[in-house]
């Protein structure tokens, strides 16, 4: 198993673009969820989900967008990019079921810089 | 509001020592409770979860965590540190399907 892929590992961004950071998992985990990590702040909840079809906000989902058509994929949009959305990106991935509370699988990250 | 907090930005140690990690939780209802760990340019890595039961919960590499509900506490301990243990230790909690929130995080230094 692959686990929890991201892509890409790296992006620059001019103010004002727009870009989808992507995600997948090969574990048929029920729950994805996206967070960024900023020094000093520990990792924020954006938005997450816990099925296909279904999504809702975290803490700081201003200016992010997500879907999740099959269960595989979770990608993230940017709509107009922002330096205050400089930040290093992770996708996680768990196991739904009966008891809801099961540890997450995280990805390996994407750090994104907006100019 | 449903939260962790990790007092200490930095803790230092020495090799062999015993080392422990602080959360403190905010909470209503029962929690449930995880540590997670950070190694440099690198995801986070489950070590142990509290969800019911036993107060100490045991997890992966050597590390425990005591539960404490008069205290809502969870910290994390280690009866002897490697240097290897060195790394960024995440406090966080679950209290909806998919929902988790982590604390700010805690620098952990083991000095040979």
């Known amino acids: 198993n692959a686990g929890v892929t991201q892509t890409p590992k790296f992006q620059v961004l001019k103010t004002g673009q727009s870009m989808t950071l992507q995600c997948a998992q090969d574990m048929n985990h029920e729950y994805m969820s996206w967070y960024r990590q900023d020094p000093g702040m520990g990792l924020r909840l954006i938005h997450y989900?816990?099925?296909?079809?279904?999504?809702d906000q975290g803490e700081v989902p201003n200016g992010y967008n997500v879907s999740r058509s099959t269960t595989e994929d979770f990608p993230l949009r940017l709509l107009s990019a922002a330096p205050s959305q400089t930040s290093v990106y992770f996708c996680?991935?768990?196991?739904?079921?009966?008891?809801?509370?099961?540890?997450?699988?995280f990805g390996p990250g994407t750090r994104l810089t907006v100019l | 509001a449903q939260s962790v907090a990790q007092p200490e930005d930095q803790v230092n140690v020495a090799e062999g020592n015993p080392l422990t990690v602080k959360c403190t939780y905010s909470?209503?209802?029962?929690?449930?409770l995880f540590w997670y760990v950070q190694y440099p340019n690198r995801g986070l890595q489950f070590l142990l979860k509290y969800i019911t039961g036993d107060n100490l919960v045991k997890g992966s590499y050597g590390f425990e965590a005591e539960f404490n509900k008069s205290q809502t506490s969870f910290h994390l301990k280690k009866p002897s540190a490697l240097v290897s243990d060195s790394a960024l230790y995440f406090c966080a909690v679950s209290f909806l399907k998919g929902d988790m929130r982590f604390g700010a995080g805690t620098r952990l230094t083991v000095k040979p």
């Open positions: 996680a991935s768990s196991y739904g079921g009966a008891s809801s509370y099961n540890e997450q699988f």
């Open positions: 909470v209503s209802g029962n929690p449930y």
């Open positions: 989900s816990v099925g296909a079809g279904i999504t």
